[in-house]
């Protein structure tokens, strides 16, 4: 009987960049052997009846064991954030090598790519976080670095750890030069410090008053900038986290001048407003991030954008921090918003949350479901194996089941930060198996990997290039 196929997925409605076709995908080696056609010899054997076959989610943007800009290690490790990952239905993952200060860029990518080897459970690659440009051997570094896979680059605008214009031009240079993806966080630190300082003297500290101290403006400001920046410079660059509507409008007019410009937002600007930080006492704390969450008229922009292809991604932007002295109240008791790490979990809710709205309620459909969580960051990010439910990619493979509906609880999510953002919200669709490379990873809320099964995946070149061809 045995004909070489480690796994049929059967009878499901599965979702393929050509369309929705029902069918079997045969699986063997850990790789996609075929998709729609009846196979009916193999090793193990699962019906999908009733349940939609979709590629293996793709979070292009996680912070993972990594020390914050205010110094702090966040809650999670390799092994805790892939875990979480896994049993929302994600299957790779684009977390931070971030340079420490005074650090070589070789040391930095080779100390977090150590760390993940030895825990992470599903597979991963690294965006480079740039932030000493000053260190010997910076620019051979990059180059070599790039060359060897890393394709792509990480920079603040603000932080403590924000590069300046010179700078941001010279990292674009060089991203052009050897073939990365740049990715920014556009704020303007002028403006947040200016805002920050009122609000100090005023006595203004609550969570609620962090919204005030991130103007909206200084997100527009930004983006604006560095869309003029790879305009000039004809540099691709992804806009991380886009929470306004001014701000998606100004990546759309950069596109239309047909800059290399790509952008993401994240659930929680999506179906969060900022009245999540309005909470009795320091409870707001839990949702803060920069930038915070906005307006219902900034997420029915950011739908729109979504929809008509302007923002081209949806990641989690995980940033773990516990509600104890070890995250969010490292500063005391009674810490001022200033004083705060930003960041909410979201790599194990990123997929229920948005197959929710995409595919339960229609705001999209199964198929832009599909492109948005897995094809398009895995094309834009140059995840040449992953990304489709296709013959010869990863079988990276995850069983929906479209009926289940949970609540989410207050402490409920895999990984190590013991509260949960959305507690309270309602999902109806739910990953109910997880499949890495043909593996089975997650049956039935039961988790099944084991640390070191995550790969890094080599990205040897991106799709995202320059308009004009390399000189
Ligand atoms: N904002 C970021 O830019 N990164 C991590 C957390 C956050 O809130
Ligand atoms: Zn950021
Ligand atoms: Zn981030």
Redesign the pocket.
């Known amino acids: 009987m045995d004909d070489g196929i480690d796994l049929v997925v059967h009878d499901g409605q599965v979702v393929t960049p050509d369309g929705v076709i029902f069918g079997d995908v045969a699986v063997a080696n850990g790789v996609i052997v075929s998709v729609g056609k009846e196979v009916s010899t193999a090793r193990s054997r699962v019906s999908a009846k009733g349940k939609w076959v979709m590629p293996g989610g793709v979070d292009p943007h996680a ?1 993972i064991e990594q020390m ?2 205010m110094g702090q290690w966040n809650a999670d490790t390799f092994e805790t954030a892939t875990r979480s990952a896994a049993m929302g239905g994600t299957t790779s993952v684009i977390s931070f090598a971030a340079q420490a200060g005074g650090q070589a860029l070789s040391e930095t990518v080779a100390d977090y790519s150590a760390r993940a080897e030895r825990g992470a459970m599903i597979d991963y690659a690294f965006h480079i976080t740039l932030t000493d440009t000053d260190v010997a051997g910076f620019e051979s570094d990059l180059a070599t670095l790039i060359s060897a896979g890393h394709r792509s680059l990480k920079v ?1 605008t603000t ?1 403590n750890i924000q590069l300046s214009d010179a700078q941001l031009l010279a990292i674009f240079r060089a991203a052009r030069q050897n073939g990365a993806l740049v990715c920014v ?1 556009a704020e303007n630190d002028a403006i947040i410090a200016q805002a920050r300082e009122d609000l100090l003297r005023a006595g203004q500290v609550s969570p609620a008053d962090h919204a005030r101290s991130r103007p909206r403006m200084a997100e527009i400001e930004a983006v604006e900038r560095i869309c003029r920046f790879a305009e000039h410079v004809d540099q691709p660059v992804m806009l ?2 886009i929470s306004t509507l001014e701000a998606a409008a100004a990546v759309k007019a950069a596109q239309a001048r047909g800059v290399p410009v790509w952008a993401e937002t994240c659930p929680h600007y999506l179906f969060m407003t900022e009245a999540v930080l309005d909470k009795p006492g320091l409870e707001g704390a839990k949702w ?4 915070p969450q906005r307006t219902e008229r900034d997420q029915e922009a950011l739908w729109s954008a979504l929809l008509d292809g302007t923002l081209s991604l949806v990641s989690s ?1 995980h ?1 773990p921090y516990r509600f104890d002295a070890t995250g969010k109240l490292s500063a005391g008791a009674n810490p001022g918003f200033h004083q705060i ?4 979990p979201g790599l194990e809710t990123r997929l229920p949350l948005l197959f929710n709205a995409m595919v339960t309620e229609g705001r999209g459909g199964p198929e832009a479901f599909a492109k948005l969580t897995s094809e398009a960051p895995a094309s834009i990010y140059g995840l040449n194996q992953k990304g489709a439910i296709s013959e010869g990619l990863d079988a990276d493979i995850v069983i929906w089941d479209p009926e289940k509906t949970m609540t989410y609880g207050s402490n409920d999510l895999h990984d190590n930060v013991g509260y949960n953002p959305w507690e309270g919200y309602r999902v109806t669709g739910w990953p109910e198996r997880v499949y890495l490379r043909g593996q089975p990873i997650v049956e039935h809320g039961e988790f099944l990997g084991h640390p070191g099964i995550g790969k890094w995946i080599d990205r040897p070149e991106l799709a995202t290039k320059p308009r004009q061809a390399m000189t």
């Open positions: 912070h914050s800009g603040f932080y966080h991380f986290h803060m991030c920069s930038p932007d940033a790490a930003n960041g909410l």
